[in-house]
């Protein structure tokens, strides 16, 4: 189908079918996964073990909402979780167990996020960096300034109040549990029933005739990356919140997960496509599959080969309804 103006501007008014992918498919894995999973370890369905689960996903949850939004603007952001290991470490030395001075903290962590956002923002739309480049040379920057900045041990530690946010419930709910939830909600009323999403999904599917029906292409593509920052800050507070501790390499090597859950759940490299419900269910598939190693007791390196046995299956599952479809 010819994208002209006027359609692209219709699309604004309600994103398409085709924008947001059928995740029934991987909707039917997610409970096969279960079922194999409770056949092969009985103890993971024991209570404690789910709620582990669901706490250790909602850290990787908030920052894949974050992801989800930009490659749907047709970017990627390799600097998730450098972001996330900043703010755990700025908020522990600001912090310095005192629960009088985690706001400042968490306003601080907050501004940081947004700010590396910013900076990935304009390397992208300003200087036309490719994304790839720009946001894996700003994780690099950002690492070696934190490292530098502390000279490689963390200072402070994480407070009672913090680690409210990660560790601890409300009734039977964990509040981490609860803030991934919150911010899920969030940002699909954002995609789905704002200006603003339908902009970010007109941005991605074809960025030209977006920009000629009015929409400022540059400053929506920004505005994802500032988004990006801030939850990739706010992953990183529930995360030590939840360990109890701030370490430089905290969540080290989950910038591939934040890319695997929206890819699991239909959004695509090209931009234009994916959906918030499509990164949940993408989030929990991931998260049960590592919890299933582990609790397998199988060495650690066979994490990488479930991300990336998922990620295939998943493409593969999606370019084969895509033919059917055609």
Not at 97 to 120: E, T
Not at 154 to 174: A, D
Not at 231 to 254: H, K, N, P, R, T
């Amino acid at each position: 189908m010819t994208v002209t103006p006027r359609s692209l501007l219709r699309r604004w008014r309600a994103p398409s079918a085709e924008d947001r992918p059928d995740i029934t498919g991987i909707l039917i894995i997610l409970f096969a996964v279960l079922v194999v999973a409770g056949l092969l370890s009985p103890a993971f369905f024991n209570p404690r073990n789910i709620l582990n689960v669901l706490r250790q996903a909602s850290a990787l949850g908030i920052m894949s909402l974050g992801q989800t939004i930009v490659l749907i603007a047709g970017g990627i952001d390799l600097s998730m979780v450098s972001t996330m290991q900043l703010a755990g470490i700025v908020a522990a030395a600001i912090s310095s167990g005192r629960n009088d001075l985690v706001p400042l903290a968490i306003l601080v962590c907050l501004l940081l996020g947004a700010g590396v956002g910013l900076v990935n923002g304009l390397l992208v739309t300003r200087w036309n960096v490719p994304a790839f480049i720009a946001t894996l040379s700003v994780s690099i920057v950002t690492t070696g300034v934190r490292l530098v900045a502390t000279y490689g041990a963390p200072p402070g530690s994480v407070p009672p109040l913090l680690r409210l946010l990660g560790h601890e419930n409300t009734g039977p709910i964990p509040n981490a549990i609860l803030l991934f939830a919150i911010f899920a909600f969030a940002s699909w009323f954002a995609m789905n029933r704002t200006t603003f999403g339908r902009k970010v999904y007109a941005t991605g599917g074809n960025r030209a005739a977006a920009r000629l029906s009015g929409v400022r292409t540059d400053r929506v593509q920004l505005l994802t990356y500032v988004i990006s920052g801030l939850l990739a800050a706010i992953a990183g507070l529930v995360l030590i919140g939840y360990l109890g501790y701030a370490d430089q390499w905290i969540g080290e090597g989950s910038e591939l997960d934040s890319i695997a859950a929206p890819i699991i759940g239909g959004a695509s490299f090209a931009g234009g496509i994916g959906s918030i419900g499509g990164t949940i269910v993408g989030v929990l598939l991931v998260s049960v599959l590592l919890n299933l190693v582990l609790l397998l007791s199988l060495p650690a390196q066979w994490q990488y080969i479930v991300r990336g046995v998922v990620i295939i299956l998943a493409v593969a599952m999606y370019a084969f309804v895509g033919r059917r479809r055609e």
